[in-house]
């Protein structure tokens, strides 16, 4: 009787959150205008919208709208927009925002909802439209240890965080729903990707949540991981917040836990394809009645080579670019070989002339010299063996890179042959492929509806 009340308070606990059928609750998603008509990450976009409809605090007979994003960043770009006054209802909202074109010029939205989780917006001349979808904020505790042999002893005894995510739901109704997990780079953040890419699998029909792995670490786009806090969020930390997260998900009843995805760009992409390993998933995976992920992609990740060892059977794809100089296409290409060499279903896509972040959300953002980013060589090969334990190795020259707190490696006799691969003087060329950035995006949404469908 007791574990019946449990499951039944349990149901009420997920199912109390934001799945009415009104306009009350937060609003995520993209909008695309006949000179800017987003599809398929083709380097179009009219602006991304994040409000929160809610009841006034002081008076709950209001409304009020607070918002996050309005319109974007493209027309931020062309001198900002705002939202002047709205309207609610139940099943519609009405906006009236201030435009950048003129110091006066007004245009009016229309929100309607399309269901119970997604609402159409359209501006009233039919020149832009777009569809926003209902987020609910999910919260799971998660032990991370920071690097892959930390695992080995279990994870209980690792330091423990409250992850937090934001889950939406596609418009189609389902009885579950598959569910795609995103995961942000080094900049703590999802360069909008989270929007574009995110718009496109929930028009398949799959779910995404997008995991905030920084906060919780101190982190942020003011204090990323890529500025020196690689010690801080390991990607071995976010393999565990996923991990979890897949837990957490199992227990959701709107999730259909066969068909749950995980992908991530650069640093997330890490993240994806580490889960991989058997050493990193069975210590947290540890019920058979837990499924794996259903679909893997590592969206330029710095690929390790891997001693043989156990992987998951699940499928597993990677994009990189032939030129990328920070994970380069070679540690990744030969990572599948090892993957599929050890029983797993691993293939890969390297893009020809394109470059780390090809996938850039914006036609204007293509590749160029940045000094923000980090540069190695083909030689700056990282191993992980069965039992966890990493080193650096070339030719005959090893180091342990476990015999060392943090990343400095400089008291070992290898230190400066390790220098000259890997500790090059930072700047590289990043940003936008067109080509890549639109066939990677066809490709994902190919692999999503053979795996996650």
């Given amino acids: 009787m007791?574990?019946?009340?449990?499951?039944?308070?349990?149901?009420?606990?997920?199912?109390?959150?934001?799945?009415?059928?009104?306009?009350?609750?937060?609003?995520?998603?993209?909008?695309?205008?006949?000179?800017?008509?987003?599809?398929?990450?083709?380097?179009?976009?009219?602006?991304?919208v994040d409000l929160t409809i809610r009841n006034d605090y002081d008076d709950a007979s209001k409304k009020i709208i607070e918002v996050k994003k309005w319109m974007y960043p493209s027309w931020v770009r062309k001198g900002g927009t705002k939202i002047k006054s709205y309207k609610i209802s139940k099943k519609k909202i009405i906006i009236i925002s201030k435009e950048p074109k003129e110091k006066h010029h007004t245009k009016k939205w229309i929100g309607k909802l399309i269901g119970d989780n997604a609402m159409s917006l359209k501006d009233e001349h039919g020149d832009c439209n777009g569809r926003i979808y209902r987020t609910e904020e999910i919260t799971f505790e998660a032990y991370t240890p920071k690097v892959s042999k930390d695992f080995m002893d279990g994870v209980e005894n690792d330091k423990k965080y409250t992850i937090t995510g934001l889950l939406a739901l596609p418009i189609k109704k389902q009885k579950k729903y598959p569910v795609m997990i995103m995961i942000m780079n080094s900049a703590c953040d999802y360069g909008l990707r989270n929007f574009g890419l995110g718009d496109d699998i929930k028009r398949v029909g799959v779910a995404t949540l997008e995991l905030e792995n920084c906060i919780p670490r101190g982190l942020g786009i003011h204090n990323m991981i890529i500025q020196g806090n690689f010690a801080k969020l390991t990607p071995w930390m976010?393999?565990?917040?996923?991990?979890?997260?897949?837990?957490?998900?199992?227990?959701?009843?709107?999730?259909?836990s066969e068909k749950i995805g995980i992908m991530g760009f650069s640093w997330g992409g890490n993240v994806a394809v580490y889960t991989a390993l058997d050493i990193i998933r069975k210590p947290i995976i540890k019920d058979d009645n837990i499924n794996d992920f259903a679909l893997?992609?590592?969206?330029?990740?710095?690929?390790?080579?891997?001693?043989?060892?156990?992987?998951?059977?699940?499928?597993?794809?990677?994009?990189?670019?032939?030129?990328?100089?920070?994970?380069r296409a070679l540690f990744c290409k030969d990572m599948t070989e090892s993957f599929n060499k050890f029983g797993g279903n691993a293939s890969i896509d390297i893009y020809p002339g394109a470059y780390h972040n090809f996938d850039?959300?914006?036609?204007?953002?293509?590749?160029?010299?940045?000094?923000?980013?980090?540069?190695?060589?083909?030689?700056?090969?990282?191993?992980?063996?069965?039992?966890?334990?990493?080193?650096?190795?070339?030719?005959?020259?090893?180091?342990d890179m476990d015999a060392y707190k943090g990343w400095n490696f400089s008291s070992d006799k290898n230190w400066e042959t390790y220098k000259k691969e890997c500790e090059l003087p930072w700047g590289a060329i990043v940003g936008?492929?067109?080509?890549?950035?639109?066939?990677?995006?066809?490709?994902?949404?190919?692999l999503i509806n053979k795996y996650l469908k």
Avoid at 5 to 15: D, K, P, Q, T, V
Avoid at 245 to 252: E, M, N, S, T, W
């Fill in 2 to 48: 007791k574990k019946v009340i449990l499951i039944l308070i349990a149901g009420l606990l997920f199912s109390s959150n934001s799945y009415s059928s009104d306009t009350d609750g937060r609003w995520r998603g993209l909008v695309g205008c006949e000179w800017a008509p987003y599809k398929l990450n083709n380097g179009d976009i009219g602006g991304t």
């Fill in 238 to 256: 976010g393999a565990a917040d996923a991990l979890y997260a897949l837990k957490f998900l199992h227990k959701h009843p709107k999730i259909n």
């Fill in 296 to 327: 893997r992609v590592g969206i330029y990740p710095y690929c390790r080579y891997l001693d043989e060892q156990g992987v998951t059977k699940n499928k597993i794809h990677m994009f990189v670019g032939a030129e990328d100089q920070t994970t």
């Fill in 360 to 399: 850039g959300l914006f036609k204007d953002d293509q590749a160029k010299f940045t000094t923000n980013q980090f540069k190695v060589t083909d030689k700056c090969k990282y191993w992980v063996a069965k039992d966890g334990s990493r080193s650096w190795r070339m030719d005959d020259k090893i180091i």
């Fill in 432 to 446: 936008r492929n067109d080509k890549a950035a639109e066939q990677s995006a066809k490709k994902l949404i190919k």
